[in-house]
């Protein structure tokens, strides 16, 4: 079984600080690496996509890979109310040429004002 | 320009009922994707079509559920009978030709089988 894996949170970071979401995924041959942030009731909505080792930057949000270590995380910087939310990881697992997602169960994110 | 479009946005129906959800992708997307959302589960990919071709239906739960894609502009999923556990968020993604694999989502049928 090809896994994604992600804290379910609560994870709560005050307003203005950096907020950190972790994610580890099994399938060591998998190439591309998605973050949605998702509103309560709401569509998952894309927000980062990273495909080669090291850091993305697009505004306040980084997105971190680590193939070796299997392991993506998303930063956040300067932590808003507005970023209150579930952020879903997703992992592109299966032959070249697939497109299937394999979605994490999400991490809660909290920012307290 | 519009987004990915599904209907109905709710549906509340009796167990043994026909359900028959449906979408319409971003328009030029050549990729059409089903997912169910549930609170145990999370986000599960049930089928994707490429040019109107199921191309992975290994996610589809068991035969009470079928996909179409007729053209390029629509998509059916059904579910005859439907039970209480099928109860969740349907969403309907869609994402452009090429390798890239960035999909995105419509805003979901929430469906409730009583």
């Known amino acids: 079984q090809k896994e994604v894996e992600q804290n379910s949170g609560p994870l709560s970071v005050p307003e203005g600080a950096i907020a950190s979401l972790n994610c580890t995924y099994s399938?060591?041959?998998?190439?591309?690496f998605f973050w949605y942030r998702q509103y309560s009731g709401k569509s998952p909505e894309l927000i980062m996509f990273?495909?080669?080792?090291g850091d993305k930057e697009d505004g306040r949000f980084t997105a971190q890979l680590n193939k070796a270590s299997q392991y993506v995380s998303l930063l956040i910087r300067d932590s808003q109310p507005s970023d209150s939310a579930t952020y879903l990881c997703?992992?592109?697992?299966?032959?070249?040429?697939?497109?299937?997602?394999?979605f994490g169960k999400g991490t809660k994110l909290s920012v307290i004002p | 320009d519009a987004g990915v479009i599904q209907s109905p946005r709710h549906e509340v129906t009796e167990m043994g009922q026909e359900v028959t959800l449906r979408c319409k992708p971003i328009s030029g997307h050549d990729y059409l994707f089903w997912y169910r959302q549930t609170m145990m589960r999370g986000l599960e990919l049930l089928i994707y079509f490429n040019n109107n071709v199921p191309i992975d239906d290994s996610g589809m739960p068991e035969d009470r559920f079928s996909a179409k894609m007729p053209n390029a502009s629509f998509s059916t999923l059904k579910i005859q009978p439907s039970e209480p556990r099928d109860s969740a968020v349907y969403f309907c993604?869609?994402?452009?030709?090429?390798?890239?694999?960035?999909?995105?989502f419509g805003p979901g049928t929430r469906l409730t089988v009583l």
């Open positions: 990273i495909y080669s080792n």
């Open positions: 399938d060591r041959g998998s190439q591309s």
């Open positions: 997703a992992v592109n697992i299966g032959t070249t040429g697939s497109y299937q997602l394999t």
């Open positions: 993604a869609s994402k452009a030709g090429g390798s890239y694999n960035e999909q995105f």
